[in-house]
């Protein structure tokens, strides 16, 4: 007689949340808009559009643009559907009699491992080692109502921004010897970009040190400060699967007020932020303030009037075969997220193409533009051919224990 555990297997195609796919889709290109800049440049790029000098208008025309459309905001959306992919994982595994913490931990385990092999030998900006420590945390709410997880997901974030905003707060009463190092990191000196560009530059080798060098350096931040951002969307995340809002249950009045609402409050928050930002000329302690408060509180508002107004399209027949293929490249976002990384090291690393700083910012969009279509086009194809994506198949066949199908007959 088979056991729960040998019954247990992933979801099927038959009882997939589509919407899910398609908003995971989404949110998994638009990550890359935001690191395509840490792909090709020092960190600094990606927070300060004039670390290099005065921009060309084209150029802080995008960064304008990227700052308030999607800085933050994906990885937000992203977070807030891991949630409700734990959400569902339980649900399945309680059906099956199965221990949904154990096969939950498992699963956590084997993301650490991925998010650490990626940190380490691939791209220096991983998330999937957060994920896997706030999914680990968030996890013993599984039980709790939706109402409960609003509330303390939200609770989260706001510790987070009171944590953030002391930080901004508390430049002003400091020796500013002392704030040095801060300062480095947005306005860093033409010998420390030199320092920094020198790794990308030259051997993988010594692109692996640096690698480990920044992981070291941002541990504390991936395993304090992280959860309490990631952990609330993915709180968050969890109680719109289970209010179905996120599987487009609502009717189109609800999604209309939802998106409206959200996007208006993101929206107010956004000009204030970047009417600061030019206001005092991108100094330190505005840039802080708006990477680490303002955009911050803003992207959670913007991520679900996305997700509102993503959930009235999966509502009506528009763009049919463009669903579909996004939809794919949701069911893929693993292998998709961890290809990006590849897709980009070659391009702009020595050991590619050699890229690293010699394109602008506006010219970056190219790449990311061939990068979604790519993605769009090789995930269905994939998918037509294959149950899951191959990162998925492994993922899968870990945390299972067994090894899943993969190729369709």
């Known amino acids: 007689m088979s056991s729960p555990t040998d019954q247990l297997t992933p979801v099927t195609q038959q009882n997939r949340h589509h919407s899910l796919d398609l ?14 800049s840490a792909f090709s440049h020092i960190f600094a790029y990606y927070l300060n559009p004039k670390v290099l000098g005065e921009p060309s208008q084209i150029d802080l025309y995008t960064w304008v643009i990227t700052h308030i459309f999607a800085d933050q905001k994906f990885y937000t959306i992203f977070s807030m559907l891991f949630g409700a992919g734990i959400m569902l994982m339980a649900e399945k595994a ?13 699963r956590m385990f084997w993301l ?38 609003l509330i303390v997901g939200s609770v989260f974030i706001g510790l987070m921004l009171l944590m953030m905003q002391s930080i901004v707060a508390y ?24 320092d920094e ?10 692109q692996l040190d640096a690698r480990l060098e920044f992981f070291g350096y941002n541990l504390g931040n991936m395993l304090f400060f992280g959860p309490f951002r990631i952990g609330g969307a993915m709180l968050i995340g969890m109680a719109l699967f289970q209010l179905g809002i996120f599987t487009a249950q609502r009717d189109r009045s609800f999604y209309l007020k939802f998106t409206l609402i959200n996007l208006l409050i993101g929206a107010a928050l956004m000009y204030w932020d ?5 206001a005092q000329d991108f100094s330190m302690k505005q840039m802080m303030h708006s990477y680490m408060v ?43 997220y961890i290809t990006q990384s590849i897709i980009c090291t070659t391009i702009f690393y020595s050991f590619g193409l050699g890229l690293y700083a010699d394109l602008d910012r506006y010219q970056l969009y190219f790449v990311v533009a061939a990068v979604f279509l790519a993605q769009l ?23 299972y224990g067994a090894k899943q199908p993969f190729k369709k007959l």
């Open 197 to 206: 560009m020198a790794p990308y530059t030259t051997s993988y080798m010594a």
């Open 23 to 36: 908003i995971r889709g989404i949110a998994v290109l638009g990550i890359l808009i935001m690191n395509i």
């Open 171 to 194: 430049l002003d009463v400091i020796p500013p010897q002392d704030i040095q190092e801060m300062k480095d990191m947005f306005s860093p000196s033409a010998q420390q970009i030199a």
């Open 274 to 278: 970047v009417s600061n930002l030019f």
């Open 294 to 336: 303002i955009n911050s509180l803003a992207a959670v508002f913007i991520a679900l009037g996305y997700i509102g107004l993503l959930c009235l399209w999966i509502k009506c027949d528009l763009w049919s075969t463009l669903k579909t293929k996004l939809q794919a490249v949701g069911r893929m976002a693993f292998t998709n």
């Open 112 to 149: 650490l491992c991925f998010g650490l092999i990626h940190a380490l030998l691939i791209w220096f900006g991983d998330i999937l080692v957060t994920y896997a420590f706030a999914g680990s945390i968030v996890y013993l709410f599984t039980k709790t109502q939706a109402k409960t997880k």
């Open 377 to 399: 086009f090789w995930s269905d194809w994939w998918l037509k051919r294959y149950h899951f994506g191959p990162l998925e198949w492994l993922w899968r066949t870990l945390t």
């Open 94 to 106: 309680m059906q099956k009699e199965f221990s949904p913490a154990k096969l939950h931990y498992k």
